[in-house]
């Protein structure tokens, strides 16, 4: 551990190395159902023993057999680091083993570098156990080859239903239980007493299960957290374009506050039903955030540009209050933004009053005050 490496994918942020080394990952004292571990485990210690309580090691021949040879037709995605398959592991797999169904990446990166990205996930995914966070079933690191098995999320990313499948139905309702549901997963990750930083947050690593209950899937960006008297972490900057925060970009200090920019860029994408960054726009709407923020706080403007797709299922006044989150969010000031505690409580209180919404919309853009921006912030709602 302790090592940086780029990863060559257009999408992908790879920008400059700070002074301050990654500091390996260490034991994190999850609160609220996470397990103790005792420390991060490396590719010698997991050959031997899984370490993490419900992980299993698999052999590449299970994987194989799981995944009828790593079949075409069972892919279900690929991604910057590898093919995902569909499998089952059940007794003609591993004797005894219950049916189950999964999701098995194969990592395509090699050698030490590509190590990292992996272990990550093992490391964080392996000791958590939160219903916002997808499983890890387990792994194989046998010889050179580096899978993870994760529990199947039959219905996919929110990449998918909110741009890619022809037909989809992602009702109001259902985005706003999937910001929920990833807000309270990016939240668990905050409150512990060692807090992660997932640093990855976007629609494609947000999966949902046959029920729409969301996910949070791809820990292999997660970091360690500031402790103490710590404000950030130093990093090399890594994530994906458009998602990453402006001052995690500039210079590559990490705090919680830069995943909740990136939630605010999802929720922004959930409420226009547009990418993050799309260049087949005109070019002044090409970056979302730039083009779509400042509108959040005008009614009309903002009835405007929402997903048409959401065909007003909405009430004009949670539209708003919606929309004010995800700007408060999306504050170029990281004290301007809320914790995700803060975002949970809130997208909690919308959902138990939407019933009880009257649909009026305020008059002449003034601003509902959601979360209270803290006295040295500069960057409140205009
Ligand atoms: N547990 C899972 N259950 C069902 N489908 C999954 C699961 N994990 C991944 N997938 C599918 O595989 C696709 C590829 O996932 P992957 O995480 O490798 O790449 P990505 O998120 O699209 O991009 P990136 O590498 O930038 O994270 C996902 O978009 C999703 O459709
Ligand atoms: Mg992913």
Same mark, same amino acid.
């Given at each position: 551990?302790?090592?940086?490496?780029?990863?060559?994918?257009?999408?992908?942020?790879?920008?400059?190395?700070?002074?301050?080394?990654?500091?390996?990952?260490?034991?994190?004292?999850?609160?609220?159902?996470?397990?103790?571990?005792?420390?991060?485990?490396?590719?010698? @210690?997991? /050959?031997?023993?899984?370490?993490?309580?419900?992980?299993?090691?698999? !052999?590449?021949?299970?994987? /194989?057999?799981?995944?009828?040879?790593?079949?075409?037709?069972?892919?279900?995605?690929?991604?910057?680091?590898?093919?995902?398959?569909?499998?089952?592991?059940?007794?003609?797999?591993?004797?005894?083993?219950?049916?189950?169904?999964?999701?098995?990446?194969?990592?395509?990166?090699?050698?030490?570098?590509?190590?990292?990205?992996?272990?990550?996930?093992?490391?964080?995914?392996?000791?958590?156990?939160?219903?916002?966070?997808?499983?890890?079933?387990?792994?194989?690191?046998?010889? =050179?080859?580096?899978?993870?098995?994760?529990?199947?999320?039959?219905?996919? +990313?929110?990449?998918?239903?909110?741009?890619?499948?022809?037909?989809?139905?992602?009702?109001?309702?259902?985005?706003?239980?999937?910001?929920?549901?990833?807000?309270?997963?990016?939240?668990?990750?905050?409150?512990?007493?060692?807090?992660?930083?997932?640093? @990855?947050?976007?629609?494609?690593?947000?999966?949902? @299960?046959?029920?729409?209950?969301?996910?949070?899937?791809?820990?292999?960006?997660?970091? @360690?957290?500031?402790?103490?008297?710590?404000?950030?972490?130093?990093?090399?900057?890594?994530?994906?374009?458009?998602?990453?925060?402006?001052?995690?970009?500039?210079?590559?200090?990490?705090?919680?506050?830069?995943?909740?920019?990136?939630?605010?860029?999802?929720?922004? =994408?959930?409420?226009?039903?547009?990418?993050?960054?799309?260049?087949?726009?005109? +070019?002044?709407?090409?970056?979302?955030?730039?083009?779509?923020?400042?509108?959040?706080?005008?009614?009309?403007?903002?009835?405007?540009?929402?997903?048409?797709?959401?065909?007003?299922?909405? +009430?004009?006044?949670?539209?708003?209050?919606?929309?004010?989150?995800?700007?408060?969010?999306?504050?170029?000031?990281?004290?301007?933004?809320?914790?995700?505690?803060?975002?949970? =409580?809130?997208?909690?209180?919308?959902?138990?009053?939407?019933?009880?919404?009257?649909?009026?919309?305020?008059?002449?853009?003034?601003?509902? !005050?959601?979360?209270?921006?803290?006295?040295?912030?500069?960057?409140?709602?205009?």
């Amino acid at each position: 551990m302790g090592i940086c490496f780029s990863i060559e994918d257009e999408r992908r942020l790879s920008v400059s190395e700070s002074s301050a080394k990654p500091k390996p990952a260490e034991s994190a004292d999850h609160a609220s159902g996470a397990p103790l571990v005792p420390s991060s485990m490396n590719i010698k @210690d997991l /050959r031997v023993s899984a370490g993490h309580c419900n992980v299993d090691i698999f !052999t590449y021949e299970e994987l /194989r057999l799981a995944t009828k040879h790593f079949r075409p037709d069972f892919i279900l995605g690929e991604g910057g680091f590898g093919v995902v398959y569909k499998g089952v592991i059940d007794d003609s797999v591993r004797s005894g083993y219950k049916a189950t169904e999964v999701a098995i990446k194969e990592h395509n990166h090699e050698g030490f570098q590509g190590d990292r990205e992996w272990l990550a996930e093992v490391n964080y995914l392996g000791q958590f156990s939160h219903p916002n966070l997808v499983k890890l079933i387990g792994y194989c690191c046998e010889d =050179e080859h580096r899978l993870l098995v994760y529990e199947y999320m039959a219905s996919g +990313s929110l990449e998918k239903h909110l741009f890619r499948r022809v037909g989809s139905t992602l009702t109001w309702s259902k985005r706003m239980k999937i910001a929920l549901h990833a807000a309270r997963g990016l939240a668990f990750l905050h409150g512990a007493e060692r807090p992660t930083i997932y640093r @990855d947050f976007k629609t494609s690593n947000i999966l949902l @299960d046959g029920d729409f209950n969301a996910k949070l899937s791809d820990f292999g960006l997660a970091k @360690d957290g500031p402790m103490g008297d710590q404000t950030h972490v130093s990093t090399r900057v890594m994530g994906t374009y458009g998602y990453a925060a402006p001052e995690y970009v500039m210079t590559g200090h990490l705090t919680a506050r830069s995943d909740v920019y990136g939630f605010g860029v999802v929720l922004l =994408e959930m409420l226009i039903g547009r990418r993050a960054l799309d260049k087949s726009r005109p +070019s002044r709407e090409h970056n979302l955030v730039e083009w779509a923020r400042p509108l959040l706080n005008h009614n009309k403007k903002l009835l405007k540009i929402l997903d048409p797709k959401l065909e007003g299922q909405y +009430s004009s006044k949670t539209a708003l209050k919606v929309a004010q989150l995800a700007y408060q969010c999306l504050s170029q000031n990281p004290k301007g933004r809320p914790l995700m505690s803060q975002v949970v =409580e809130i997208l909690e209180n919308f959902q138990s009053k939407e019933e009880n919404d009257d649909g009026i919309i305020h008059n002449g853009g003034s601003s509902i !005050t959601l979360y209270e921006v803290p006295k040295d912030s500069n960057d409140s709602p205009s």
